[in-house]
C-alpha cells in the first residue's frame, strides 16, 4: 500500500501563487507514475498534471500550461504543483495520486489518492 498526504491548499486572491504538496509513504517502490487532478463542487475529477517517477517527463491539461508546473523530490519520496497565475476558475479540492503504470491522464487509472486540500481563489 502507499499512502499520499497532501499539503499547501488554502485563500489566495487571482493572480497570486500557492505550492501544493503530496507526500507518499509506504511502499514507494511501486510507484512509476504521480499526477494531480481537481474537483470543484458539482464537477468530475478533472485532470491537472503527471509525472512520470523515474524519467521526469511530464504532462499538463493545456489549460493550466504557462501557469502550473508539477516537480518531485525523489529523496523526499514528494510531488510538487507549483500554481501561479491562479484564477478563479481554479477553485477546487485538489487530489494527489499515485499508480504503478505509465502516467496517463484518466483518473481511473490511479491505484492511490490523498484525501485533497482545498484551494480557493478570490476575484
Known amino acids: 500500500q502507499v499512502q499520499l498526504v497532501e499539503s499547501g491548499g488554502g485563500l489566495v486572491q487571482a493572480g497570486g501563487s500557492l505550492r501544493l504538496s503530496c507526500a507518499a509513504s509506504?511502499?514507494?517502490?511501486?510507484?512509476?507514475?504521480m499526477a494531480w487532478f481537481r474537483q470543484a463542487p458539482g464537477e468530475e475529477r478533472e485532470f491537472v498534471a503527471t509525472?512520470?517517477?523515474?524519467?521526469?517527463?511530464?504532462y499538463s491539461t493545456p489549460s493550466v500550461k504557462g501557469r502550473f508546473t508539477i516537480s518531485r523530490d525523489n529523496a523526499k519520496n514528494t510531488v510538487y504543483l507549483q500554481m501561479n497565475s491562479l484564477e478563479p476558475e481554479d477553485t477546487a479540492v485538489y487530489y494527489c495520486a499515485a499508480r504503478q503504470g505509465f502516467r496517463s491522464i484518466s483518473s481511473r487509472e490511479y491505484d492511490y489518492w490523498g484525501q485533497g486540500t482545498q484551494v480557493t481563489v478570490s476575484s
Open positions: 509506504g511502499r514507494t517502490f511501486d510507484i512509476r507514475a
Open positions: 509525472m512520470d517517477w523515474t524519467v521526469g517527463s511530464r
